[in-house]
């Protein structure tokens, strides 16, 4: 049974940083591709961040170096550094396990910037 578990997320004021953490468990995660989604209200879902088995990161323009992600196969872990939040990075973050034709998600977890 494949589980992605999103931890780490909350309200924050702009210009502070929050780190998500995801916790796979059920696959070979250092074979999947490991990625960050998030959809806010009435808008689609859209990829933030992704990093491959081999540690290429490619991320969305909207967060290029202000958001960082990185894996940890040892703990079976991918992170989402965020710094500089924006109210406009508000949304539900999502991660993502890929491997072939598989496809994996998580629960999600809420991400609020709001003064």
């Known amino acids: 049974q494949v589980q992605l578990v999103e931890s780490g997320g909350g309200l924050v004021q702009p210009e502070e940083s929050l780190k998500l953490s995801c916790a796979a468990s059920?696959?070979?995660?250092?074979?999947?591709?490991m990625g960050w989604y998030r959809q806010a209200p009435g808008r689609e879902r859209e990829m933030v961040a992704r990093?491959?088995?081999?540690?290429?990161?490619n991320y969305a323009d909207s967060v290029k170096g202000r958001f960082t992600i990185s894996r940890d196969n040892a703990k079976n872990t991918v992170y989402l550094q965020m710094n500089s939040l924006k109210p406009e990075d508000t949304a539900i973050y999502y991660c993502?396990?890929?491997?072939?034709?598989?496809?994996?998600w998580g629960q999600g977890t809420q991400v609020t910037v709001s003064s």
């Open positions: 059920g696959i070979i995660f250092s074979s999947n591709a």
């Open positions: 993502n396990a890929r491997s072939g034709l598989k496809n994996y």
């Open positions: 990093i491959t088995p081999g540690g290429i990161t």
